[in-house]
């Protein structure tokens, strides 16, 4: 938002969380200048854009859009809602970027639900176009139609989701991760062979077992269990995710998932699970 004019406050109550948060956005700034992606006049505009809080009541009252970013807990996100509701006009739009919970649930506590939606970004937010705008049951069509041109005047391209388990993104990234984690049980192929097929013959950046070494396959498992329990069989977990879990095999972050990794984080050439039995 800095970078495409708007002026913004970043609440958070944690100081250190702001400092960091700046000088962050700061990098990514000065890392656009370098690359010649942006002048140096534009960052230093963009930086002076931002100003920083310890509440949301320190916001302008003219402010036209509130994110809500705070941790994935809905108690603590219905009392900022809430706050936000009691500090800006009426006709400011209240956005949560949660990418679980309920939109619905968090609207919940609004004496204008009508105005709350989802604005689900996606990281690198800087470089990634995506967002997914997650209508809950009292969102109204002026508020979707005023996010909708919220997205587009900071160059992201918005679609429309209503409100479901792992709107689209998610639900599809488990589906394929849970895919290739049946094939490689079954031994249909190699894991380094599987990743290989979806990078080289989708397009796709990282292959579906290397992307679950990123995230987790503790979070995998997590979200798996979510989108069975409420999308029903077709999200059953596979059972090898199931024993990796057990096994503390998490991924990258443990030293070890589908693929090895060495002290400095580096995958182990050849280290990819082999099938079933291998
Ligand atoms: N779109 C995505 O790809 C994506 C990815 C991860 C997380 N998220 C969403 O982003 C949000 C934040 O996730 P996170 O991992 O950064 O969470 P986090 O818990 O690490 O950080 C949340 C921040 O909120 C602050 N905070 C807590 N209570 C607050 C309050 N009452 N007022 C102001 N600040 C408060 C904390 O100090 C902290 O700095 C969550 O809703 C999560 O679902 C989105």
Redesign the pocket.
């Known amino acids: 938002f800095a970078s495409n004019g708007f002026p913004c406050l970043l ?4 100081e250190a ?1 702001l400092d960091k948060a700046v000088a962050t956005i700061g990098g990514i700034l000065d890392g656009g200048v370098k690359l010649g992606k942006m002048s140096a006049e534009d960052a230093a505009a963009a930086k002076a854009r931002l100003t920083t809080g310890s ?2 009541s320190a916001a302008p009252k003219d402010a036209a859009l509130l994110i ?5 807990n809905l108690a ?2 219905q ?2 809602l809430k706050e936000a509701e009691a500090v800006l006009n009426e006709d400011a739009i209240i956005a ?6 309920s939109v619905t649930e968090i609207a919940s506590v609004l004496d204008k639900p009508n105005r709350a939606i989802g604005m ?4 690198p937010v800087h470089k990634m176009k995506l967002v997914e705008l997650v209508l809950g049951l009292a969102t109204d069509e002026e508020t979707v139609a005023i996010t909708r041109s919220w997205c587009d005047s900071i160059k992201k391209t918005s679609i429309l989701v209503n409100e479901s388990p792992g709107l689209t993104t998610s639900r599809m990234s488990a589906m394929l991760g849970n895919e290739a984690m049946w094939m490689l049980q079954e031994g249909t192929a190699s894991a380094e062979d599987i990743d290989t097929a979806l990078r080289m013959g989708f397009n796709h950046p990282m292959g579906p077992l290397e992307l679950g070494d990123l995230t987790g396959w503790d979070t995998r498992l997590a979200v798996l269990k979510y989108l069975h329990s409420t999308l029903g069989e077709k999200f059953r977990p596979c059972p090898l995710i199931i024993k990796m879990v057990a096994a503390g095999r998490y991924g990258r972050k443990t030293g070890h998932g589908v693929y090895e990794y060495d002290a400095e984080g580096k995958r182990v050439p050849g280290s990819g699970m082999k099938g079933s039995l291998l």
């Open positions: 609440v958070d109550t944690n969380a509440a949301v809500e970013t705070v941790s994935e603590v996100k009392a900022v949560t970027n949660t990418s679980a919970l689900h970004f996606f990281n």
